[in-house]
């Protein structure tokens, strides 16, 4: 337990250096939400299909109930029951366009995240930054519970609760609880609780900022404090159903799911769900009394 906690302050220590010119302490936020006595209790999961190879590189790390599809390497960093999903790694040989140019791998693209603290985050790679094709970087970083990382590789930067980074490699940006960008680079910027930012470079740019007394009844987060409102509410009502999803080897499977749709085994679906043609229902996602 002792190593784990040099270890947590040793990554705060990292993630407010990057951040020293904005004056922010990540530890207020990220102490309250790790729960230093279940982080022995859970083990992780490596998914395995035939279209990922095996690839292992855990380091002085601790890895609790997280799951893992695709090439990973994880070193000195605690993940707590994060989602790192590896499906759209590129492969050696393949090619993606970046402003027109074309850029081919060299090697197979894998994770590698360090120094960093991911509670209950969802990291989806597609990442297309063209200064490190073959690495998904995840580096001196933090996020809070039920923050998004989708092909957005972080360097010295924090997320806030049901914060989103998408398609939006972060230098040294701190992002508050329930934003969402999607800019494709950004340096040393905060982003205020709420705000919406969407930018196309040269042709769109949409900015929108929930207002604080609405956007608090629904998430609200204070210093040395665990996040509060109705989104916590809502998961908190439902914690023992997602449970069992992940503690029942066999479920019963799903009427009528159409070949086209996809429905992942860690996704909670109530009754009087219908699924319809090309749905993509994600892991823990909860659908009840729904028609997709």
Known sequence: MQKLEKLIERI?????????GQEFDAGPFLKPCIPLKKLSEFYAFYGITGQHPLHFHFSGSNLAGSYFLGKCQVDGSILYKSDIRGD???????????RGIKMTM????SFLISDSLLIKT???????DPENPEIFLIKNSASCPFANIHGSPLEGSFLGAFATADLTTLHGC????????????????????????????????????????ILEEYIHVQPG???????????N?????????????????LPAVPKSASVNRYALIKPKTRIGENVLVAQRAYVENSIL
């Open 122 to 128: 969802l990291v989806h790679n597609k990442s297309n």
């Open 88 to 98: 759209e790694l590129k492969s050696k040989g393949e090619s993606f366009q970046y």
């Open 237 to 253: 009502d439902r914690k023992e159903e997602f449970r069992r999803v992940f503690d029942v080897v066999h479920l019963a499977p």
């Open 174 to 213: 701190i992002l508050g609880p329930f934003s969402y960008v999607q800019v494709g680079e950004l340096w040393h910027e905060q982003i205020e609780p709420g705000e919406i930012w969407i930018n196309q470079e040269n042709s769109f740019d949409f900015h929108y900022e929930f207002p604080q007394d």
């Open 225 to 235: 404090k665990r996040p509060q409102g109705r989104f916590m509410d809502f998961l």
């Open 12 to 20: 705060i220590r990292r993630v407010n250096i990057n951040l020293r």
């Open 106 to 109: 060299d090697q197979d693209e």
